[in-house]
């Protein structure tokens, strides 16, 4: 999703009593004996899955899906919350899904759109939930926590210091990666210990990317991307000239795509060599998706939707009628979905041609995830979570 503000204070004054402030830190364990949860063994999904469980599809951040069923833009069903809907969803392996709202509820609906069951937080929900194999669903809050909820019940949740605007990603190994507003990355064991916390220089509004060798790379509103160890050592950092807020996507050979407000998109090595750079007329706060063939996809503020070869060229672009701040999802026939702030769904084909349109009621911060069965789910600031089939 896109960061909207600079920070909590403003958001408390434009959201006012929905946003309910950055609470101070408290931790809530399982029990009342305040020991720790048993940690979810079970393990997240590669990039070949065909379920959507974080930001971005997979740990790796592609935007990509395995499922490729054919899809004509028709609304299967539309569920109201009566709330803005920035975050983007998450789908298990049982096709439900899961999504927060401005009014601090989280949701889990059925493929068929039917509350199964919804949380209430102490602040709103802006970013996107992960969810475990084990049915585990981890979500950050603007009270400044993350949560870990199961089948509606609290497990626990840890303080990451400020507003959480940074989606949580899953790592194979189990562990949650989650940015924050206090200028800093943390890493989250599944039992809810904070295994360490990594200072930056600035604000954490992107969600971290995982390498195939278990390293991270994120970026932050210091204009800096940083590459972490396991253990959140500094490997390495790369300057842009804006603010970081679009989420790393990598590649199969393991190279890093990244946009910044500086209006580009920067194509960097494992060793940390910038590749390319490609200009955009905006700044590029949508995370890049990467396409079966090794395309990249992402939208800017220009109104556009851009599509480059591996090598930087640009394949096409598409405009549309508002800033593209929505990450694009690509089936694995290669249409693109992403959403635009003119209030429409986008499906594109791999050949640059519009397939189809369909207006929400609002803007459409949220970024679409694809469902196994193919189905388009995507959220839209006038309270609506759509799918399309």
């Known amino acids: 999703m896109r960061r909207r503000t600079p920070g909590c204070a403003i958001l408390v004054a434009v959201i006012g009593a929905l946003v309910g402030g950055c609470s101070p830190p408290v931790r809530t364990t399982c029990t009342p004996a305040g020991t720790a949860c ?26 990509g899906s395995p499922a490729s069923q054919p899809t004509t833009g028709a609304l299967a069903w539309a569920f109201d919350t009566k709330s803005e809907i920035w975050s983007s969803p998450a789908i298990d392996r049982e096709g439900r899904i899961y999504f927060g709202t401005i009014d601090r509820r989280l949701y889990a609906l059925s493929p068929e759109g039917k509350v199964d069951w ?52 899953l790592s194979p190994d189990g562990t949650v990666y989650v940015g924050s507003n206090a200028w800093r990355v943390f890493a989250v064991g599944p039992d809810g210990v904070i295994r360490w916390q990594r200072p930056t220089g600035a604000d954490v509004a992107t969600s971290p ?41 990598v590649a199969a050979d393991g190279t890093v795509y990244v946009g910044s407000d500086d209006g580009r998109l920067y194509a960097i090595a494992r060793d940390g060599e910038v590749r390319w750079s490609f200009e955009a007329k905006a700044p590029i706060q949508s995370s890049p998706a990467i396409a079966p063939d090794g395309t ?94």
């Open 209 to 249: 990317a995982v390498l195939d060798d278990g390293a991270l790379v994120v970026g932050s509103d210091d204009a800096f991307v940083y590459f972490l160890g396991r253990d959140g050592s500094l490997r390495r950092r790369f300057q842009t000239r804006g603010p970081v807020r679009s989420s790393a996507a």
């Open 296 to 389: 990249v996809v992402f939208g800017s503020a220009d109104k556009a939707v851009y599509a480059l070869f591996p090598d930087g060229r640009l394949r096409w672009l598409v405009v549309t009628g508002g800033a593209v701040s929505s990450s694009p999802a690509i089936a694995a026939d290669g249409t693109v979905y992403v959403g635009s702030d003119d209030g429409s769904v986008h499906a594109i084909g791999m050949d640059g041609r519009v397939r189809w349109a369909r207006r929400t009621g609002g803007a459409v911060f949220s970024s679409p995830a694809i469902a196994p069965n193919g189905m388009v789910i995507v959220g839209s600031t006038d309270g609506r979570l759509y799918a399309f089939r």
């Open 118 to 169: 919804s949380f209430e937080l102490e602040g709103s929900v802006g970013s996107s939930p992960a969810v475990s194999d084990a049915g585990v669903v981890y979500v950050g809050s603007f009270d400044g926590h993350l949560y870990a909820i199961e089948a509606g019940r609290l497990l626990w949740r840890v303080p990451v210091k400020n507003c959480a605007f940074s989606s949580p990603t």
């Open 38 to 63: 048993a940690p979810d063994e079970r393990r997240v999904a590669s990039a070949r899955a065909t379920h959507w469980p974080m930001f971005r599809h997979d740990a790796g951040h592609t935007g």
